[in-house]
């Protein structure tokens, strides 16, 4: 979410992004009248936090949450997501209507699909490189018991 608003601020000078830019920052992070985070979360961040951590809704950690078990359902073997699909997906799932009360009223149908799409795919694209950094780590996990050590213990006889 941190690089969708980072993005709609250099892009100040479209209303589009000016509007998507409110929207984030008045509908998705906590302010100090929201009654600060669930417990879950916060024991969560509070190991993570490093000074500008931003705490999201508990509307928007359950979207996203959500938006997580469609991309584990739309997973390829070979560990691709295609966009699609996700798409597709979300518009059979009640996910849409998380997303409808996180947005409100305060974009126009347009802007929501646009932000939506924007969010959406920022997320699946990190998503699919945790994806493959476990695969590259399975792999060479399991490659790791194939490589002989007595090579390695002993020296060698010429």
Same mark, same amino acid.
């Given at each position: 979410?941190?690089?969708?608003?980072?993005?709609? @601020?250099?892009?100040?000078?479209?209303?589009?992004?000016?509007?998507?830019?409110?929207?984030?920052?008045?509908?998705?992070?906590?302010?100090?009248?929201?009654?600060?985070?669930?417990?879950?979360?916060?024991?969560?961040?509070?190991?993570?936090?490093?000074?500008?951590?931003?705490?999201?809704?508990?509307?928007?950690?359950?979207?996203?949450?959500?938006?997580?078990?469609?991309? @584990?359902?739309?997973?390829?073997?070979?560990?691709?997501?295609?966009?699609?699909?996700?798409?597709?997906?979300?518009?059979?799932?009640?996910?849409?209507?998380?997303?409808?009360?996180?947005?409100?009223?305060?974009?126009?149908?347009?802007?929501?699909?646009?932000?939506?799409?924007?969010?959406?795919?920022?997320?699946?694209?990190?998503?699919?490189?945790?994806?493959?950094?476990?695969?590259?780590?399975?792999?060479?996990?399991?490659?790791?018991? @194939?490589?002989?050590?007595?090579?390695?213990?002993?020296?060698?006889?010429?």
């Amino acid at each position: 979410m941190h690089a969708v608003l980072k993005r709609g @601020k250099k892009a100040s000078k479209s209303p589009q992004w000016t509007n998507v830019v409110t929207c984030i920052e008045t509908n998705f992070f906590q302010t100090s009248d929201d009654g600060g985070p669930s417990t879950f979360i916060s024991m969560w961040s509070d190991l993570q936090k490093r000074g500008a951590l931003k705490f999201v809704k508990n509307a928007v950690f359950v979207f996203f949450m959500a938006l997580t078990m469609i991309l @584990k359902q739309i997973e390829e073997p070979d560990g691709s997501i295609p966009h699609e699909k996700i798409f597709a997906a979300m518009e059979n799932d009640p996910i849409v209507i998380l997303w409808d009360e996180i947005v409100g009223n305060t974009l126009s149908h347009e802007d929501s699909s646009f932000l939506r799409k924007e969010l959406v795919t920022s997320f699946a694209n990190t998503w699919g490189v945790g994806i493959a950094l476990r695969r590259n780590n399975e792999l060479k996990d399991k490659n790791r018991d @194939k490589i002989p050590f007595r090579g390695t213990l002993l020296p060698r006889k010429n």
